[in-house]
Each structure stands twice: as C-alpha cells, then as structure tokens.
C-alpha cells in the first residue's frame, strides 16, 4: 500500500454537555461531502473482507462506491438488495467486530466507517419522503398465510421476506408499539423511535398486516394459530429480566434495566409530566453490568438528571461486552466506572426505598466457560456506596409464554426454543429465530437469523401444498 | 363495532364504574383470575384492571374500575361509543377451580370486583360459597346483587356502619369461625392492608387461603419485573406468577411500600388529569 491512509472523516455530534440534558440523537451523522470523503478511502478490494464480516453479506465496496460517485439512490438499492434495515444497523451495529473489522483498514485502526455511510444512504432516502421510497417488488401473491409472533428485528424481517415471496403475512406483537428492543430497550439518543416505525409502514405498505396488543400464548396459542395460517414464526426475543437474587433487591428505586429502559423508551417517562408514566429521577444512581444495555440504562438516568451515575461492574474494563463506542461515549458523558466490584445486599430507609448498596471488590482469576477470567470476590472487602436509584443490567432471558403454551416445542435449559440453522424447531411448521433461540445477541444476527427462516418457510408452505 | 369500544357504561358507586368493552378475542379467552392490561390514550399510562365478567357470545368483557388517579380518571371520562387506545389480555395466570367444599369468599372495597368472576367459577364447579362483603360506607359497596345471587350466605360490614354490621371483613370472618362454620378454604381481595388482616386471621386458623396481589404493573408479559412480589422469601413477577398467591407466604410490607414508590409523581398527574373537564358522565 503506497498511498498514505487517509484517517477517518469524523462524524460530527452533539457535544457531551449538551447532549446529557437532552434525548436527541447524539451523532449528527455525515453530510453528502462527508460520506463522499470517506468513501473514498475504500480501496474497493477484489477479495472484499468487510463483506465477509457482516451477518447479511452487504455487498460492501459496491455501494460504497457508488456514495463515492455521489449517486446515493443506487448505494441505498445495493444496500437494501439483502439488509431490509440500514437506517437501524448503520446505528446500532456492533460494527467494530464485524464489517469494520475485518476491513483491511482495520489493520491502521482506521476502516472505513461503513455503518456510518451505510446509515448515512438510510438518512438519505428517507429525508426525500416516505412517498418517495421505493417499494420492492413483491411477487403475486400466493395464497399462503404466515403468521409471525413478536415484531423485533427478527420478525420484521422475516415479514418482509414473506411478503416480497408473495405469502399474506399477519404479526402478532405483544407491546402496544411494534419494534421490539430497538423501540422499547434501545434510547432515542442511539435510535430515534421516528426510523423503526418508518421502517414498519413501509413493511404494512408491503401488504403485512400488523396487529399490536396481542400475546401469543394469552390471547391464541401457537397451535390456534397453525389452525389458521400454514406456519408460525416465533420471535419473542430475549424479554425477561435477570436479577441477581440478593438480600434487598426488590426495595423501592431498584429496577431491571428493561422496566428503566421500557419507562423511558415505549412509554416515554422522560416527558412526565406531559406524559403519565412515572419514572424514578435519581440523584446517585448506580447500574450493575457492563453490557449495552448497562450503557443505555447509565446515559439514560444521567438525561434524567442524574447527579452521578455509578456503573458497577464485577470485571475490568476489558472484559466489557458493550461496544467501544457506547463505553466511550458514556465516559465523556460522565458515567463512572467502578471496575472489579459486584453488590451483595442492598440497605433501605423507611418508606422501604433503597438508600445504600454494599459491595464486595474482586479479583479476576482463572477464565471461565465464557473464556474471560472469573472474577472472584475479595473477602472482607466490603463497602458501601449511597445510592438512590438502582438498575440491574446483568442480562435477559428467554420469556417462557410461547414455550409453556406450546406443546412439544423443544427449549434448551436456558429455555431458548431449539431450532436449526433455518429456525425449523420440534414442531412442524412452527419456526423461530433472534435472542429467543440464541440468547440475547445482535440486532443483525435476528436479522439473519428471520432471512435464513423465511427461505426456510417458503420452501416448506410451498413443498406442502405440492404435496 | 371497532376494537376496544366501550360499548355500556354505568356508575356503580360515588367512584366506581362498570365499563363493558368490545374485544371478542379476549372474550373468547378469558378465565377467572384474570385481567388486562390497557391504555386510554397515546400519552397515558399502562394498567392492569381484572377481567370482572365476560361475555364470549357478544364479544364483550366487562371492566370495574375506581378512580383513583389519572389513568382511572380518564377511563371513567370516555362516553359509550368511545374506543380505549390499547388493551391486551386475558394476562396472569387463571383461578385453579375445584370443588373445595366450602369457601368463605371475603371482598372488600373494589376488590369485590375481581372476587366476582372466581365466585361465579367456584359456584359453577359446585363450591357452597359465603361471602363477607366490606366497604367503607353504604354508598360504597358494590355487586351486591350480582354476589348475592351467587352466595349461600352473604354478610357484610361497613366501618361506619352504614349498612350491615358495623366493623371490618375480619370482625365477620371471626364470628364465622366461631359460629363453628366448617371452611375449606377462603379466598381474599381487596386492599393490600385488608387481605394482610385476613391472613393473619386464617392463619391463626389454618385455613388455607388464596390472595389476588395488585402490584405496579408494565408490560404484564413478565419482561419488566415491575410487579416483582415476595412469596415465602421468593421473589415471583405477579402478572405471570399471579396474580393470586397463598396468602400465608406474602411479603405485606413489601407490597405496600412498593405501590407508594410513586405517590408523587401520581399525585401530579392526577391534578393534571383533573383539568381536562370531560366530565365522569
Ligand atoms: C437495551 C438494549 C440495547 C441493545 N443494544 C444493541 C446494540 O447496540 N446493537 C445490537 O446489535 N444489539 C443490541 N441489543 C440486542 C438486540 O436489540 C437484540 O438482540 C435484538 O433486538 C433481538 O431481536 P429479536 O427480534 O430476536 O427480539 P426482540 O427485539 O426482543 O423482539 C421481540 C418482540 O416479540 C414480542 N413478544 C414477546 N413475546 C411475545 C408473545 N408471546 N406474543 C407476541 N409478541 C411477543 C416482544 O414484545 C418484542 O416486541 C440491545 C438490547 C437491549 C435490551
Ligand atoms: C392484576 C391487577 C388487577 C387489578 N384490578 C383492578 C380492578 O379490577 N379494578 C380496579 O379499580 N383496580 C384494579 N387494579 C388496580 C389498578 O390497576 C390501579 O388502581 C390503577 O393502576 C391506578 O391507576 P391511576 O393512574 O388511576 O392511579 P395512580 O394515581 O397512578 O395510582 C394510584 C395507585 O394505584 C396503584 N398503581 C398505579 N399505577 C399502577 C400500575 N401501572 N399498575 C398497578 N397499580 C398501579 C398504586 O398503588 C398507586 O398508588 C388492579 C391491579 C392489578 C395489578
Ligand atoms: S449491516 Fe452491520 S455488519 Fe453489515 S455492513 Fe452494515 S453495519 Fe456492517
Ligand atoms: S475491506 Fe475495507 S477497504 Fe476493502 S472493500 Fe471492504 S471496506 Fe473497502
Ligand atoms: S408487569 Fe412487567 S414483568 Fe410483570
């Protein structure tokens, strides 16, 4: 490589001071010059591995290339030929261990910022008006009908799919808004709730019919359904919250990440009193986990005013599974990091609200089955930290509804449905994929995952009637 | 008729109002024990009410509510002909109905509403029922009918002593047992703080006995933990675990500290509920 690497075009966003009083998106993202510019650093590799690294197979240096020559419409089509949500991965893409990666950049610490041009095409097309979007073609239609349960990623994407096939597709989402984490769990500031349901009235143009407040499970069963429609997809997620089962957890002020998170994102607690739903304004805060969703919960309370934010977290900083770029920009917001410390009990006042949170220090010692080291608590370290508000980020499990209410649907121990690479579970006609199968993952790998399952689906309504 | 109409409205009392909703699809599912969960507008919180009848035929399902705050206050504020914004249901898990034998039913305040539908079972499943209604004061007291047409017997209090004997739920359940009335099992629910009495009551008696817990509530799927009860030391999520536990096993104290964690922020809301002059009628 003769040319001299050109560092990557920053994307401009509001600053850190500005930002924590506000739930505005914090990147601005890049204007034409800009995406233009970093375009340009793409080599456009014969042998791209960028593609390799992402879930989707996005073909990389081609609509890379076409931003470069500034024809925008024609990188938002290749973009779109196999990722049906490239306004929300471009956002939320974990793409420094995929695409980006892997680019051959990568090697300098400066690939190409693929997400960000990948987003940057989705802002784009959108900003010319939703009548504007062209809608793909769907094939005639053939008389088949799938239902879908849950509209997250997965399910959205398995909709889109079935219905560009030409089946009559119907989803059954149990919240009052369709979206799933990325409308409930994941903040405004990293995903305006604007793109998701954008992106869902443009799949009910497509002729999917969606039909919100309905639990599959409660409302009609698995089995009334495949009474009715010719297969079943399951995409519930990974939607019930872990605790950690110790002494006071269930004092006043302490909540799961999905009930902080659900307040403020789905029932927008943040306008209270504009809107009804009340959320606890904590003055000292503190968030155990070091995950995105621990991020998201600890950026959430510094915008609701927060003094300070104390993220706890029972490794190091290394062994952080949020991404680099969440953990960054949480440190310049202010979060403070409480590394090798995990609590043990929490204390309450009189009302029976948390008040103190004891904890223990760690060490990090052998790995374990994850293969980072375990941490190992420190005897008679213990302190403790005056806290008023609580959020326990330390994971999701699978919602045990659909499972319990199917008979003879296979769950692993975790009790994650069991299905095939192309989401065929114990149950004929009955498919899943996304966090309900895998545990809570990525936004892409639902994406995948619904793709892989829809082909699977319409080669199984298909053989069926032919049978 | 559209989804989630109100398609009757009555006021039972000074407070009280007995709503009948379209929703065939929860209609056609709904079990004793059970609720919903609704929204009245796009702004508005997310509540948990029981399913008090329903009526699978007609498509409808019956709602009783007080108002206590802005939710309930905008509810009794829609006319006949009016659709709620969002409702979602049947959620918890249902009654688990036998023949017990005899079951003392004890009610009080609005929790006579929820009590309704799991007489109306028992009663089908040929329990000899007796009811203890109780209410603050005369005006108060609701289903009064619908519950005597069920009962063997029913007795009721009032703390003023308005109407029936003077004193508290517990103060008639005690007279039972003494008038040496063989029970099997009683089922309780009304305000925290009653059934909390009523338990320790039966436990001095060891009388098995079934609570219906009201904790704060979100999503009502179990993806939150809003509604997280403690039950013999265990922590369980009420809207899937629940809503009814054994009374014997919960955690009072927790419960009642847990549903004033937002009496302030409630308080607003309801003043600003209160400005929108709709009107209850
Ligand atoms: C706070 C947070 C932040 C995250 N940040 C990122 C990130 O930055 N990048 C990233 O790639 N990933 C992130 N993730 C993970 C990512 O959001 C998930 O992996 C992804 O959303 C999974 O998609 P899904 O379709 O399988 O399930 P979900 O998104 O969970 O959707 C499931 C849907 O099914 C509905 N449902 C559940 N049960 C029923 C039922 N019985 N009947 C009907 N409907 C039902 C639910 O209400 C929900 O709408 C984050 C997760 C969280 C919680
Ligand atoms: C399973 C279940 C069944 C119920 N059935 C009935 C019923 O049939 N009839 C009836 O009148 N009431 C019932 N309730 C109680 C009802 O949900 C509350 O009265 C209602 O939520 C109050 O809302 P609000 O906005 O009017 O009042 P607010 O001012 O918000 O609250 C008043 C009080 O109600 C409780 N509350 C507030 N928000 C919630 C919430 N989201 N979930 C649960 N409780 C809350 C709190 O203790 C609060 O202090 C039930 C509750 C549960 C959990
Ligand atoms: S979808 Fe995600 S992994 Fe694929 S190119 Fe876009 S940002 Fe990268
Ligand atoms: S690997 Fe990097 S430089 Fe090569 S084509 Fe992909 S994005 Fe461009
Ligand atoms: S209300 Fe959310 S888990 Fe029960």
Not at chain 1, 30 to 56: H, N
Not at chain 1, 126 to 141: M, T, V
Not at chain 1, 247 to 262: F, H, K, M
Not at chain 2, 40 to 47: L, S
Request: charged share 25%; with cysteine.
């Amino acid at each position: 490589m003769a040319k001299k690497i050109e560092p990557r075009v920053p994307m401009p966003e509001q600053s850190p001071k500005e930002r924590i009083r506000n739930f505005n998106e914090v990147p601005y993202g890049y204007t034409p010059e800009m995406a233009k510019k970093e375009a340009s650093r793409c080599l456009q590799c014969k042998k791209p591995k960028c593609v390799s690294g992402c879930p989707v197979e996005i073909n990389i240096p081609s609509f890379i290339g076409l931003v470069k020559e500034g024809d925008f419409g024609g990188a938002i089509k290749k973009i779109k030929e196999t990722n049906l949500l490239p306004a929300i991965c471009g956002r939320v893409c974990p793409q420094e261990t995929q695409c980006e990666e892997v680019c051959v950049l990568a090697k300098n610490g400066q690939p190409v910022a693929i997400g960000r041009l990948e987003r940057f095409c989705a802002d784009w097309e959108r900003s010319l008006g939703e009548e504007k979007i062209s809608l793909p073609k769907c094939a005639p239609p053939t008389g088949k009908k799938v239902a879908v349960v849950g509209a997250g990623p997965a399910g959205l994407t398995v909709a889109s799919d079935l219905a560009k096939l030409g089946h009559k597709v119907t989803i059954f989402e149990a919240l009052h808004k369709p979206g799933g984490v990325l409308v409930y769990g994941i903040p405004e500031f990293r995903l305006p709730k604007e793109i998701v349901f954008a992106e869902v009235r443009i799949l009910q143009k497509l002729g999917v019919e969606l039909i919100t407040n309905y639990i599959v499970g409660k409302t009609e069963t698995v089995d009334e359904l495949l009474e009715r429609y010719d297969a079943v997809f399951i995409g519930t997620g990974a939607g019930a919250p872990a605790f950690m089962r110790i002494p006071g957890e269930n004092l006043g002020g302490i909540y799961s990440a999905n009930e902080y998170l659900t307040r403020s994102n789905l029932m927008k607690a943040y306008l209270f009193p504009e809107t009804d739903t009340p959320i606890h304004r904590g003055k000292v805060v503190a968030v155990i986990g070091g995950g995105n969703v621990a991020m998201d919960s600890a950026r959430t309370a510094l915008r609701l005013g927060a003094e300070r934010v104390l993220l706890i977290y029972r490794r190091t900083r290394e062994e952080m599974p949020a991404r680099a770029e969440e953990v960054h920009h949480a440190e310049e917001e202010g979060v403070e990091f409480h590394f090798l410390t995990n609590p043990v009990r929490y204390h309450g006042d009189e009302k029976g609200n948390v008040k103190e949170m004891e904890c223990l220090k760690m060490r990090l010692g052998e790995p374990d089955s994850s293969g980072r080291p375990r941490p190992v608590p420190i005897e008679n370290s213990n302190f403790r930290l005056s806290v008023d508000t609580v959020i326990v980020a330390i994971g999701n499990l699978a919602n045990p509804i659909v499972p319990k209410s199917t008979p003879n649907l296979t769950v692993n121990k975790n009790g994650n449905i069991v299905a095939d690479e192309d989401g065929r579970t114990s149950r004929e006609g009955v498919f899943a994929g996304g966090d309900i199968v895998t545990g809570a993952a990525t936004v892409i790998s639902a994406m995948g995952a619904g793709r892989r399952a829809a082909r699977a689906i319409h080669s199984y309504i298909m053989e069926k009637s032919s049978r | 008729m559209k989804a989630f109409q109100v398609v009757k409205k009555e006021h039972l009392s000074e407070q009280v109002w007995r709503m009948k909703i379209f929703a065939p699809h929860i209609a056609k599912k709904h079990k004793a024990g059970q609720f919903v969960i609704l929204r009245v507008e796009e702004k508005g919180e997310r509540i948990p009410l029981t399913v008090a009848d329903s009526d699978s035929k007609a498509g409808v399902i019956t709602l009783i509510f007080q108002v206590v705050g802005a939710t309930t206050h905008k509810l009794s504020c829609l006319k006949e002909g009016d659709c709620l914004r969002d409702l979602v249901g049947p959620l918890g898990t249902p009654t688990h109905i036998e023949k017990y034998g005899s079951v003392v039913a004890v009610g009080g305040g609005i929790g006579i509403a929820p009590l309704y539908p799991i007489v109306k079972a028992l009663k089908a499943a040929g329990n000899r029922l007796i009811g203890i209604l109780g209410a603050r004061t005369k005006s108060l007291l609701i289903l009064e009918e619908e519950m005597r047409a069920l009962m063997d017997e029913t007795l009721i209090s009032t703390d003023d002593g308005s109407y029936g004997e003077r004193g508290v739920v517990t103060d008639v359940l005690k007279r039972l047992k003494e008038r040496g009335e063989k029970i099997d099992l009683v089922i309780a629910i009304g305000p925290a703080i009653m059934m909390k009495f009523v338990c320790a009551l039966t436990a001095e008696y060891k009388l098995p006995t079934l609570v219906s817990l009201n904790p704060i509530m979100v999503d009502g799927t179990g993806m939150c933990g809003a509604c997280r009860v403690e039950i013999g030391g265990e922590t369980k999520f009420a809207c899937v675990d629940g809503p009814e536990f054994d009374g014997h096993k919960v955690n009072w104290d927790l419960l009642m500290k847990r549903l004033r964690f937002y009496n302030e922020q409630e308080k607003v809301s309801y003043e600003l509920a209160k400005k929108c002059t709709c009107g209850g009628d």
